[in-house]
T-cell receptor, first 116, second 114 residues
Framework: GNSVTQMEGPVTLSEEAFLTINCTYT??????LFWYVQYPGEGLQLLLK?????DKGSNKGFEATYRKETTSFHLEKGSVQVSDSAVYFC???????????????FGQGTILTVHP | DAGVTQSPTHLIKTRGQQVTLRCSPK?????VSWYQQALGQGPQFIFQ???????QRGNFPDRFSGHQFPNYSSELNVNALLLGDSALYLC?????????????FGPGTRLLVL
């Protein structure tokens, strides 16, 4: 079955530090890959996505590249801010036959805390 | 353009009771999925509704059931509540055609079972 594995957390950084959160996946075929972010007390927000190998998703200074050869989708940001403190989830979805149906399979989440 | 909305925001029930949670999808979306997120965990897929039918189901018991209405809104029902059902319940919507697998989430309903 499909699965997603994220690096163990929590991650604590100082403002302006470089961020990497590792994500690897197991899936058949060609899943779409996502990073979602969850701020305290809120639902999930889509941060970025990539739908095919070598695609790079980017948003708000965050980036992740779909690497099929290493089955990875690591999240990076060059300079984090206090406002980036949240829980980050890596996820995959299968898109088949032109439809979007298919569950999202999530990793366990990584808590990021950024100090001033 | 309203996003995904859910009600209620919080709910407290006792063991053995039944609960109904509600979701309105994002405008233009016809597919609704439900997820359970236990504290400190990633969301787990419960089921997905399209054209008023359950199209896909995760590993949840029959106590969890749902419904989708002609306007695409949806309900999640949980019978015979257990303490372990305490969690954040998330609804997500997506367009069935032309999508990329992206699902858009509501703020969730936090259920506490005592």
């Amino acid at each position: 079955g499909n699965s997603v594995t994220q690096m163990e957390g929590p991650v604590t950084l100082s403002e302006e530090a470089f961020l990497t959160i590792n994500c690897t996946y197991t899936a058949t075929g060609y899943p779409s890959l996502f990073w979602y972010v969850q701020y305290p007390g809120e639902g999930l927000q889509l941060l970025l996505k990539a739908t095919k190998a070598d695609d790079k998703g980017s948003n708000k200074g965050f980036e992740a590249t779909y690497r099929k050869e290493t089955t990875s989708f690591h999240l990076e940001k060059g300079s984090v801010q206090v406002s980036d403190s949240a829980v980050y989830f890596c996820a995959l979805s299968h898109v088949t036959g032109g439809t979007s149906y298919g569950k999202l399979t999530f990793g366990q989440g990584t808590i990021l805390t950024v100090h001033p | 353009d309203a996003g995904v909305t859910q009600s209620p925001t919080h709910l407290i029930k006792t063991r053995g009771q039944q609960v109904t949670l509600r979701c309105s999808p994002k405008s233009g979306h016809d597919t609704v999925s439900w997820y359970q997120q236990a504290l400190g965990q990633g969301p787990q897929f419960i089921f997905q509704y399209y054209e008023e039918e359950e199209r896909q189901r995760g590993n949840f018991p029959d106590r969890f059931s749902g419904h989708q209405f002609p306007n695409y809104s949806s309900e999640l029902n949980v019978n015979a509540l257990l303490l372990g059902d305490s969690a954040l319940y998330l609804c997500a919507s997506s367009p069935d055609r032309g999508g990329t697998g992206t699902q858009y989430f509501g703020p969730g309903t936090r259920l506490l079972v005592l």
